[in-house]
Each structure stands twice: as C-alpha cells, then as structure tokens.
C-alpha cells in the first residue's frame, strides 16, 4: 500500500473505538420463573399402545405411559409406573413396561401412577416357537451393533476379511459372507458359543472393532438362537418392511425455569442427574449500523473475530410435579427431561412389530440430546432437535422441542406483514424466544440491495430512500417521528429493486452456479447460450415451473437452444437423475446409487427408476456451425433400457413415491409433469426453501439440497405455508421474494438481544452473511470508483454479470468462486481465510483502486469536497449510511494527521472497506 501499514492499522483501531457497542441489557424476570409458579398436578395418563396383538414367538411390546397435567402439557411418566398384567403366565410385564409373549392367550396389562391408570389390551397367538429370520433378527442385530456400518464391515471393501453390505440393504451376499465364506469357520452350528459371529464382537478372542455386545444381551441372544436353529438363510416369502413408525412423533418438553432446591423430591426410578449449565461456542460479534435516532456507531476492525466467544445457555431445568395418591398425601416428584421412545415396524402384510430393542437410534445434536440403547432420549439444552430411528432400510425420525422459557407474552408485538410472520411468531410463542428489534431504514436499504441485486446503493439514492422515510414518519403526526417503522416506504422500495435490470444479473449468476454452466463443459458457444437463456428467463420473470419444463425436456442445438445445455452438463442417466433430484426437488440420491439410502427410504430400485427417464436421451456432433465448431445436438434415441447393475432388471421410468409412468414420445414430458404438479411437495418446498436460505442465510431445512425424512424442517408450518402460497401463484419468485423481503421477520435488525444470540434456526434475528466473491469484487470497485476490467469482455461488465468462472480472476478465486463441478450450494465457500484477509489489507490490486487517477478519493479532491462531506461520502459507499457525528470527527482526525490529505481520504477508505460493517450483509 502506498500509506505506511502501521498507519493504516492505526486507523482502522481509531475507527473501532468511534462508540461503544450497545448495551443488549439484561433480561428481566418472567413470571413463570417466580417462585409463585403453581406446581402442576397429574390429572390423567395414557397408554401406548391402547391394544397388542401378538402373532408369532417373541413377541414383545413396549409400553409407553403418558401423564396429562394441569398446567397443559404431556410428560412421560413410563420410569413411574407400576405395570400389572391379568395373565401372568401367558403375557407377563416387567418392571419398566415391557409385555413379552409367554404363550397364547388374551389379557389386560394395567399401568397405574398414582390415583390414575390405563389398560393395554393384549391378545397373543401362535406363539409356538419357529427358525429364527435372517431378515427380521439378524440383520437388525448387526446393524444395531454397528457390524455393517460404512466405519466398519460395511465399508467398500470390508474389515479383516469380512465385507457386509452397508445397513445390510442387500442380504444374500450377507448370509453367503457369513455363512459360507472363509471355509465356513465364521459359525459353528453345533456349537453356537465357539462362532467367530460372537467371540469376536464379545471380546472372547480378539476383535480389531472392539466389544460391539455382551453374552448377555440381546444381540447375542439373538444371533446364537439363529445359529441353534441352522442358521437359514433369507426367505422369498418374507414381507418387507413397509415403514417404521415412531412414538411420540413429536415432544415439547417444557420444563421449570426456577431452581428446584427447596422442593421436598419423591423417589424416581431412572431420573437423570439435573443437568448443568452448558457453556456454547458463540459466533464472532459484527457491529452494526444504528437504528433511527440511535448515537454513533462503531466501524469494526479487520474483519469477523475469529475466535469464538463462550455463552451460558440455560439448562433443561427438571419440573416438580404432584401425583394424587390412593392413599396417603399426594407425592412430590422431580420429573428430569426425558422421553422414551417406541419404534414400531410395519410390512408389506399388513403385520406390525415392535422393534425397539433392533432399531438403530442417532441423535441429530449430540451436545443437545442424548439416546441410550433402552430408547431413552435425555436433553440437556433448550432448542430443538431430533432423535433419528432406522430399521431394515427404513428411517423416522422424533422432534424434541425444549423452549428456552415458559412464556413470552410480554415481548414487544412484531407487526405481521406477511404470511411468514403468522408462523415465525407462533414457532417463538412456541420456543419461547423474542426477537430483536426492526431494523433501521439505512440497514434494511443496504440488505436489499445486496441480497436481492448483489450491488450497493448509490449515495444518491440512500438519500432519497432516507427522505421518503423520514416524509413518511412526519406524514403520521408529531407524535410518530423518529418511531414509526415506514413500511410503506420499504414496500416500495422492494418494487423498485425487483424491477431493476441488476436483478436478472443477480439471479442468473446464482442459477449459473445451481445448473454448472461452465465453459469447461459446454465450449464458448454453449455456456453463452445457456447464459443468455436463463437472463432472458429472469428478466421477463418466467415462472419456475416453466423454466424447469425447459429444462428437463429440452433438446436440439446447444448452440441455438439454451437449455438443451443442461444435457452437456449431466452427460449420461444416472448423473441426469442426480442432478434432476437435487435441483428441482432438493432430494440427494447419489447414496441409493449404489445401496440403500443410509438416511431415507430411497433403494437402488428408485434410484435407477428415476435414470430410466432419461434412458433415450443422447447427444451427437453437427457441422451446423463449421466442421470444428463443436457443436452437439441433443436428440431421443428410438428406445433405450436403463438396468439396476445390482439386480440386472430392467428399470420403468418412475417417479420417487410414484408409479411406473409411459410416454411413447418423450418420458420425460410425464416426468417434468410430475415434479411441477402443485400436489407434489418435494417441488415449491425446494424452492421456497432454497430462496429463503438465500436471504435469510439458513434454510428451514439446512442443508437446502439434503431435503429428507431425518434431515426435518425447523419451521415446518413456515415451510408448508410459502410452499402453498407459491405453488397456488403459479410459481411466482417475484412474489416469494416480495412475501419475504416485505415481511417483518427479514425486517428485524442483525444486533442480537442477551436472550436470542445462541438462537441459529428461528430468525429472531437477520443472520449476517458475508459477501459472495462476485458481491465483494463490484462493492470495492464500486466504493473506490475504479472498475474491473475482465479478459476478452467489454469494460462495465461487473462481476456479478459474469457468464461463468473461465473468466480469470485472483480475487474471485481467493474469495470462494465456485468451479461449477457440483450441484450443491456447498460448492460456494463462505469460510475466511489468511489468503483473504493480506489480499484486502495489503494488495496492490484493493491500493491501486483505491489511489486510482479516476477513482472516488481522486473525484472528491478534484472537487474540492470539504472533509466533513467527502467523509459523509465515503460513508455511503461503503456502509450504505451517513457517518455519526463522532464518526466524522474521528475520520476528521485520521485525515489531518495523514502525510497530506489525499492519503489521508485514501486511508480511510481503506479502512472502511477492511471493516466488518463493509464485508458483511447485515
């Protein structure tokens, strides 16, 4: 740089100080957290399952009891219960509720708390015993225990000279590995103890993996009655497992916000210990701008903090609870957070079976909630989670919620501008969160242009938008100045910026990423046109699902015809199917590839039904364009087969949970059909879902291209509600976007509150983001006045226009560019890095914008702008806002003890643009 480093830094920690960070203020007391809070008492219990029926030998069936209290909320009370049954010998109970079949018979199995009880019907027949199934029992055991997990025997090619099937998706290869291979030594049928299938996971001999279960357990149990039995392989007439149920599908778990000591505690069977106060990483603080008639604001330094601050969350605090006794005085009881489950297969026969105790449990936050082997789920921390549930290829999952507080009725009332602040507000009733204030009219300008068109506003035009808010506050009275939040205004705001030509720019790079379009790929001729095919489609905002018709059934000249591209990019079916399922339904299937979906319920079968569409599709060369003009031709071939490798069958065109579908002219016409009918969810869930991640930083499902049963939705009821809105207005993104932007939840500020800044899933607060390479690149340029030049475009190109990323660039290679090589929004990196930090502070390429003869400083001093105006300049380029008074006497300092004045302005533009409030959304 031309000015001396030291002195630069030295500005930029002059600026850090300009005004302390706003006091966030400490929460206040709620009532439900007085010790006048009324204990709740047990007024009823219930019982699941209500009835069992038994069919076949081991059955078993865990019941669950639920209390119903007087404060309005279900707890489980299974570890209180007292368990009875009135056939002791056929159908006996045990103490934790477990109901086994003895032998045939009818009965009644009670479970009493307190005054209160309920009554499982259960009837068992056929109970005589029969072989063991290598279906049913012994593949769940060894996935159970972990035996074919991808870490393990199900990698690629095995552990120690045994390779499973991953989960054990495919099961005749696992009973030859099992049973026949290694010379047979891996059981021993007339002495089931001495199998290698059970002294190595028992630790009798050694065993690389460990203990994987003890003599005494199930899993042993289980795998030394198949051997006894002869160890039979899988059966033909076996029914599959159709789905797993899980109960309860969804618990709130809303516990005590005071301590409990003081409280005289009853005995609990199976409470945990009352947890402590956990401590949580918290994101590095970016100082904002401030609201209207707030004091000055500080400039942040060189960049987010890297090393993050630790916050204590408050714990999931047990409830005291009174249980009515028959005799006696009512029992005091501590009621921990937990919640057992109960896992319940169903086939392909209409047949149901418990199978708790051979299901395979995973929390999805560990530091939040933890599940053992007996079902049990214990939280630790507010929020929430989900426990997921996999058995035989099928997956569930159960949401826990666990608000924060017990009630947040005296938060200040955010105005429902939109559809999305009904169902955001009711989510933070529900959690028990507030969320921060609204955001000022100079923060909001500046997040909706950069989210919306990836540019900054003009000074200029910040003050105009400031002028029609500030005319719009003193047109409601005296009384409203400086208060009134000027939603109208900001509505008009948001039509003026989705009708600027930028906007087509903006949206045609992000879709450039989504779809590869790449020259790499597609040649010069190919990657232009596709280009220019998806601008023209934003500018006349062409709805999103005639686009995707387009897409999917394009073909013809690649030069001539813009979509016909998507079929250079994705050369063959399968990678066709891929991509299909990612882009426009938000579904991952690169899994089901090759095995059954470790995570959902997509098969192989479904994998290669979805290639089938794409079977005749082909390409071939044409000389249209000149012999070497490269050009290719997307066409149908007469007739093509697409086989599962796995099976060798021969693959029906069908969409996922859908059936076989015909199309003598084009399958994929019926599959375009398919993904854009208003009744298929996975379609307008995917989009509204990725548009909203896109402005407000997460998506309601995270990540946005992972959309599947144990990956669920924050906010399903959200999610539901825009899906319909936009399917119902003909896919509309303008109209997604306007029911976001114009909404109070993308209004409300970036600043945390003491009581939402652990808070990442509800949107009690606008998520910061940094700003993409391309976003980055035309705000310096733009801030300094020196635009880019690109290789071999003509000059004004910015470079959010740019077509793809074979036009060179350092700077957007430093930041995160994507290559195109994937179609998942991971592709684009957001993390920061050294390389990035000496690139803005110490470049040549951030200093000769900068000192640019055209640029910003040299126009000002050229016009000899006094200090206080060239700074208030400076300030909204790069913020986006007019500087506080004490920031124009701070920077009024930095430039008169700069060498001269013009290295001074220099300085403080650099300064600027190195600060947090420059690099970030906010």
Request: aromatic letters at 8%; hydrophobic letters at 40%.
């Amino acid at each position: 740089m031309r000015c001396s480093l030291p002195f630069a830094a030295c500005c930029v920690l002059i600026l850090a100080t300009a005004a302390p960070a706003r006091d966030v203020g400490a929460q206040p007391r709620s009532a439900a957290g007085s010790a006048a809070t009324p204990m709740p008492v047990l007024t009823g219990v219930e019982v699941f399952p209500p009835q069992v029926s038994f069919v076949g030998p081991r059955g078993e069936q865990q019941v669950l009891v639920t209390g119903r209290f007087s404060d309005g909320m279900r707890r489980d009370l299974t570890s209180l219960a007292e368990f009875s049954s009135t056939n002791r010998a056929q159908l006996p109970v045990s103490a934790s509720g477990r109901i086994t079949a003895a032998g045939d018979g009818v009965g009644t199995v009670w479970a009493r708390v307190g005054t209160q009880a309920a009554a499982v019907r259960v009837e068992a027949k056929s109970t005589a015993d029969r072989a063991y199934s290598f279906l049913h029992d012994v593949i769940p055991m060894l996935t159970r225990a972990g035996c074919n997990q991808g870490a393990c025997h199900g990698a690629q090619f095995g552990k120690g000279g045994l390779r499973l099937s991953l989960l054990g998706y495919d099961p005749e290869p696992d009973f030859q590995a099992l049973v026949r291979d290694a010379r047979r030594r891996r059981i021993v049928r007339s002495d089931p103890g001495a199998s290698l299938l059970l002294t190595k996971p028992t630790l009798t001999i050694p065993h690389a993996g460990g203990m994987r279960f003890r003599p005494d357990s199930l899993e042993y149990r289980t795998l030394a009655g198949w051997i006894a039995d002869g160890a039979p392989g899988p059966r033909s007439d076996e029914p599959e497992v159709r789905d797993v149920l899980v109960e309860p599908a969804e618990v709130v778990l809303r516990f005590g916000d005071a301590p409990t000591a003081g409280v005289e505690r009853g005995p609990v069977r199976g409470a945990p210990a009352q947890p402590g106060t956990a401590r949580m990483p918290r994101p590095g603080r970016v100082e904002m701008p401030p609201r209207q008639g707030t004091g000055a604001r500080q400039v942040a330094g060189s960049g987010p903090k890297d090393t993050p601050v630790s916050t204590a969350l408050p714990a999931a605090r047990p409830v005291q609870v009174r249980i009515p006794l028959v005799k006696g005085p009512d029992r005091l009881i501590v009621l921990g957070p937990t919640q057992r489950l109960v896992v319940v297969a169903r086939r392909a026969d209409g047949s149901t079976e418990d199978v708790t105790r051979k299901a395979q449990f995973n929390s999805l936050n560990e530091a939040m909630a933890t599940v053992d082997t007996d079902a049990r789920v214990s939280l630790a921390l507010p929020g929430q989670t989900a426990v997921m549930v996999r058995y035989r290829g099928k997956a569930a999952v159960t949401q826990f919620e666990v608000p924060y507080r017990r009630s947040v009725a005296a938060a200040p009332a955010v105005p429902a501008r939109t559809l999305v602040d009904e169902h955001v507000a009711r989510k933070w009733e529900r959690m028990g969160l507030r969320p921060s204030a609204l955001a000022g009219d100079a923060e909001y300008l500046r997040r909706v242009y950069l989210d919306v068109l990836g540019i900054l506003p003009t000074p200029e035009e910040v003050r105009a938008f400031l002028k029609e808010c500030e005319a719009e506050r003193n047109s409601s009275g005296p009384a409203a100045k400086g208060q009134q939040v000027p939603w109208k205004a900001r509505e008009q705001l948001v039509e003026r910026v989705l009708a600027r030509p930028e906007y087509a720019d903006y949206w045609t790079l992000k879709w450039g990423d989504l779809l590869r379009n790449n020259r790499a790929r597609l040649g010069e001729q190919g990657m232009w046109s596709f280009y220019n095919w998806l601008r023209a489609a934003f500018r006349e905002n062409r709805p999103l699902d005639q686009m995707t018709r387009d897409l999917v059934t394009a073909q013809g000249s690649t030069f001539t015809t813009g979509p016909a591209n998507y079929f250079r990019v994705a050369t063959n079916a399968a990678d066709q199917a891929e991509t299909t399922s990612q882009v426009f339904l938000g579904v991952r299937l690169a899994c089901a590839k090759c095995h059954q979906h470790p995570f959902e319920k997509w098969s192989q079968d479904d994998y290669w039904q979805m290639a089938a569409f794409f079977g005749r599709v082909g390409l071939k060369g044409s000389s249209e364009f000149g012999l070497f003009g490269g050009e290719q031709v997307v066409y149908l071939r007469p007739s093509a087969e697409v086989r599962n490798p796995r099976s060798g069958r021969v693959m029906q065109p069908t969409p996922l949970e859908g059936r076989p579908t015909q199309d003598a002219v084009d399958t994929r016409r019926s599959l375009a059909a398919w993904i854009t009918a208003p009744e298929n969810r996975f379609f307008a869930r995917n989009w509204v879902n990725r548009y909203w991640s896109y402005l407000m930083g997460r998506g309601i499902v995270d990540p946005v291209d992972d959309v599947r049963i144990t990956n669920p939705p924050s906010n399903s009821q959200l999610l539901d509600a825009l899906a319909n809105d936009f399917a119902a207005h003909g896919y509309d993104v303008k109209r997604l976007l306007r029911n976001i932007l114009n909404s109070s939840t993308y209004q409300l500020s970036s600043e945390p509150t003491k009581e939402n800044r652990t808070d990442e899933v509800f949107y009690t607060k606008y998520a910061v983001k940094r700003l993409g390479a391309e976003e980055l690149l035309d705000a310096l340029c733009f801030a300094t006045g020196a635009p880019e030049k690109f290789p071999n475009l003509p000059s004004g190109f910015r470079a959010v226009q740019l077509p793809d990323p074979g036009v060179q660039s350092y700077f957007l290679e430093t930041f995160g560019r994507p290559d195109r090589q994937i179609a998942c929004e991971c592709e684009r990196t957001a993390e920061p890095n050294m390389a990035q930090a000496l690139h803005l502070m110490n470049s040549d390429f951030v200093q000769n914008k900068v000192a640019a003869a055209q640029g910003r400083v040299a126009k000002l001093l050229a016009a000899n702008r006094a200090d206080p105006e060239a700074i208030e300049e400076l300030y909204l380029v790069t913020f986006s806002r007019p500087p506080a008074a004490a920031e124009v006497e701070r920077a009024r300092q930095i430039v008169a003890k700069a060498p001269s004045r013009k290295e001074g302005l220099e300085d403080l533009l650099w300064a600027l643009m190195n600060s947090r409030e420059f690099l970030f959304k906010h």
